[in-house]
């Protein structure tokens, strides 16, 4: 049974940064494509940023956060991390990461990310 570990949300001013990250307990973390999602109140959940199993060398992003975030992983750590930037009272959700496509796998408990004045 996977299990994912997010942390490092919180309250910050808009345009301000975080950096999520999300522990996995996976024998095979290394070679599975990984996704950082988000859950807004009232909103589905939606894919924000991938990246490829392996060295990680393909990334995508959704459209309103191009530019904005970065997504990389440490297979060693069994980490994936989502740097953000410039925040926007938008991006104010519950983040969580999980295989890409998440399939039936479970969810963690995720990371709340403020963004407010």
């Known amino acids: 049974q996977v299990q994912f570990v997010e942390s490092g949300g919180g309250l910050v001013q808009p345009g301000g940064s975080l950096r999520l990250s999300c522990a996995a307990s996976?024998?095979?973390?290394?070679?599975?494509?990984m996704g950082w999602y988000r859950q807004a109140p009232e909103k589905s959940r939606e894919l924000v940023a991938s990246?490829?199993?392996?060295?990680?060398?393909?990334?995508n992003y959704a459209d309103s956060v191009k530019g904005r975030f970065t997504i990389s992983r440490d297979n060693a750590q069994k980490t994936v991390y989502l740097q953000m930037n410039s925040l926007k009272s938008e991006d104010t959700a519950v983040y969580y990461c999980?295989?890409?496509?998440?399939?039936?796998?479970?969810w963690g408990q995720g990371t709340q990310v403020t963004v407010s004045s």
């Open positions: 999980n295989f890409h496509p998440a399939g039936s796998t479970s």
């Open positions: 996976t024998r095979i973390f290394d070679i599975i494509k």
């Open positions: 990246i490829s199993g392996g060295s990680g060398a393909s990334t």
